[in-house]
């Protein structure tokens, strides 16, 4: 049962619909981005994701990038954790880079815009925290 402030997701042609939020979520994180990479967004574009977990406080997104596609948060108003699955990539915080390899991760404070951009073919898991103040709790 969906614990989530959100529905289900709803299912593309190549994925099914499946709840963005339960008590317990568990991930084979390289089948995920094996599956990913077999999507045809990937296939004939350079990247592609998808949402593992969603709720009104937290994103969970798994991404698989080629060589050379970048992701970037432009306002850098939330907490972000960048791990690096399989590949390599690089991270521009505010005048500061870093290279990270598999297995590495980088935690990058809230009111930092950042860049990552695969070096090469990388799968990477980008978690998301919203500041509270930005979180609507309905209250």
């Known amino acids: 049962m969906s614990t989530s402030a959100y529905d289900d997701t709803s299912g593309t042609s190549v994925r099914g619909g ?3 939020m339960e008590r317990l ?3 084979s994180l390289h089948a995920e981005s ?6 045809p967004q990937y296939r004939e574009g ?7 977990a969603k709720d009104v406080d937290l994103r969970v997104m798994l991404t698989v990038l080629r060589a050379g596609a970048a ?7 939330s907490r972000v954790t960048l791990q690096v699955l399989d590949g390599q990539a690089a ?4 005048g500061e880079s870093a290279e990270l390899s598999p297995g590495e991760v980088a935690v990058i404070d809230a009111g ?15 978690t998301i925290t919203l500041p509270r103040e930005k979180v609507d709790t309905g209250s």
């Open 34 to 39: 094996a599956a990913l990479r077999d999507e």
């Open 112 to 126: 930092n815009p950042w860049l990552v951009h695969a070096i090469v073919d990388s799968a990477l898991l980008v």
């Open 25 to 27: 979520m568990v991930f």
């Open 46 to 52: 350079d990247r592609t994701s998808r949402m593992l």
């Open 71 to 77: 992701l970037d948060e432009q306002d850098g108003e």
């Open 91 to 94: 991270v521009e915080v505010v």
């Open 18 to 20: 499946r709840p963005l």
